[in-house]
Each structure stands twice: as C-alpha cells, then as structure tokens.
C-alpha cells in the first residue's frame, strides 16, 4: 500500500508556500527501516514545523519499474533511500533530484552506481549520496584503548574487500598506542587455523567488517577463540556484543535518521548540489557486561566514552 503524507502549511488562515517534498523509498516495512523512516520526519517537523510534505512507498509493493514521470517521485524535491534494494530501485529511473541512501554500506553503495551510473563519480554528478553505515574502524580501535588501557597488541581481521585498508588502520592502531598484527581471511579459508594464531598472541581482537559472507563464516569462530584464549573482542554490531564481544562501535537507526534529516534540511537550501558518500557522523556503543565481568574489565558509562571519542557530540 502506497503512504501518501501531505502537510498543508497554514498561518492565521493564510496558505504558506507549498511545502518541500520529501520522497521516501523503503526496502521493506521491518523496524528498523520504519525507525528511520518515522525518526526522519519526527526530526524535521520539529526542526522546521510544516515545512516538508512527504510520500513513503515500499519497494516490496512496487511492480515493474514504471516511467518516472507517472510516479509521485516525478513532483518530489528530495528522494531518500532506505535500504540496499531501494538504492537499487530508486537508481534505475535517473531522477533529477537530490538522492540520499541511508542503511546501506560503502561496499553495496560502491556496486550500485557502478552499475547504475559506470562509476561512483558518475553517480555523484547526478546528485545522488549516501550516508554509509560502516562505523571507521577507528573509533573501535579508540575504544580498545579506553577500555584495554594495558592493551600493547591489537589483532585485526580483514576479508577480501577490506585488506586494502591495512596500512591505514596499521596507522590508527599505532596512534592509539598499541601494535597492529593484521590476518585475512578469505571465503575458502579455514577461519580456525587462520585466526588462532593471531587471537593467542594479541590483548584485543578487531574484526573489521567486510562481506555479508565474511561476517557470517567468521563471527562465531572469533567468539570461540576471544572465550578459549580470554581475549576481547570490540566488534562492529549491536548482534555481535550480544553474541559474546565485549563492546562494539556501531551506526543505530536514529544515528542514521539524524544525519539524513540534516542532510535534508541542508539540501534544500543548496540547488544543484553536487552527491558524496558520507561517513557515519553518529554512533552508538553498546557493552556485555557479563563479558566484562568474566575478563575483568571494568566499564565505565557511555557518556564517558563519548567524550572521549567525539567531544561529547550526540
């Protein structure tokens, strides 16, 4: 079923000037896609009361891809994306307008104008941006330190698509005051006999996420070896912690909602405002306590780390 949500703007009887439109293509209702949804709009009405006028549709309700200018979206201002499947809807019909993709990754944003456009470049020419929610694995190597204060060496996974950042997080974990020890891990590999050595030898383990593959084959082989070898492991999901790591540094659906409503706001009074993949500017941190207690680690509040990390920004 098509959403249709108008806001009329009337001042003491007076229609105000039409308002902006806000296009919105959703993957799918689950809750995390409508979090965002919802936390858009709530963040905007109270920012700029009957300003922006909205429509939702979802792209599991959708048919063939139709001609743009039959659609609602033809009269939008600004589309917003939510979700992989919606990036890759939503490209398909070269709008004119605005376009920013949120709940997607670098990797999946990558691909899509690739194949939508020929190149990334390309993509952000035709105004279209993303905001990425792969948290930089710097700031969960940040937050090894502040936790691990006595950690000297940090153990890092990298699949096939992440290895080119080696040098780079080589980099950060230096600056954080410990020494990096890097292992890669591909889809034919055996993660036990690649990764054991490496957890035996490091005081905290950072896997750094690469394809839904990857993740998958290697998450719960790190959980076994941080129990087995007593060694932490900072991840980069909500799920992971909960599963056995110790904390983890990752991008909530109202981290999200916060910066498209910025974006949003800051679009419309730019024209012609040419597309970028931006960074997570908001994070959440999430900690297993049981985890922390069993490894005597002491953990102070969130604010705390926040500070620290960011300057006490939200």
């Known amino acids: 079923m098509r959403v249709l949500f108008v806001v009329a703007i009337m001042s003491g009887g007076v229609v105000a000037a039409d308002p902006v439109e806000v296009f919105f293509l959703v993957s799918k209702p689950t809750t995390d896609y409508l979090e965002v949804l919802t936390t858009v709009q709530e963040e905007l009405e109270e920012e700029f009361p009957d300003k922006y006028g909205y429509t939702i549709e979802f792209v599991s309700e959708q048919s063939a891809v139709e001609s743009v200018a039959s659609l609602p979206m033809a009269t939008a201002d600004v589309f917003v994306t939510i979700g992989t499947?919606?990036?890759?809807?939503?490209?398909?019909?070269?709008l004119?307008?605005?376009i920013i993709s949120v709940l997607i990754t670098d990797s999946s944003f990558t691909a899509l104008a690739i194949k939508h456009f020929g190149s990334v470049d390309r993509a952000f020419a035709r105004q279209v941006s993303s905001i990425c929610i792969d948290q930089p694995t710097s700031r969960s190597i940040r937050l090894a330190?502040?936790?691990?204060?006595?950690?000297?060496k940090a153990g890092v996974m990298l699949g096939p698509s992440s290895v080119e950042r080696q040098e780079k997080l080589a980099e950060s974990i230096s600056a954080a005051g410990m020494a990096p020890e890097f292992v890669t891990v591909g889809a034919k590999d055996n993660p036990i006999a690649k990764i054991e050595p490496l957890m035996r030898n490091t005081d905290v383990f950072i896997p750094v996420p690469d394809s839904r593959l990857i993740n998958i084959a290697t998450a719960k082989w790190i959980l076994q070896l941080s129990?087995?070898?007593?060694v932490p492991v900072i991840a980069?999901?909500?799920t992971y912690v909960k599963a056995g790591a110790l904390a983890a540094i990752y991008s909530s659906p109202q981290n999200v909602a916060l910066q498209a409503a910025e974006w949003i706001a800051d679009t419309v009074m730019v024209t012609a405002k040419e597309g970028q993949?931006?960074?997570p500017k908001y994070y959440s941190m999430h900690?297993?306590?049981?985890?922390a207690s069993s490894l005597d680690v002491a953990i102070e509040n969130e604010q705390f780390y926040l500070e620290r990390l960011q300057g006490g920004s939200k």
């Open 227 to 230: 129990y087995r070898h007593k």
């Open 96 to 98: 004119g307008v605005p």
């Open 85 to 94: 499947a919606a990036a890759d809807r939503a490209y398909q019909y070269k």
């Open 287 to 291: 900690f297993n306590y049981s985890v």
């Open 277 to 279: 993949a931006y960074p």
């Open 236 to 238: 980069f999901s909500r």
């Open 145 to 152: 330190k502040l936790l691990l204060p006595r950690a000297k």
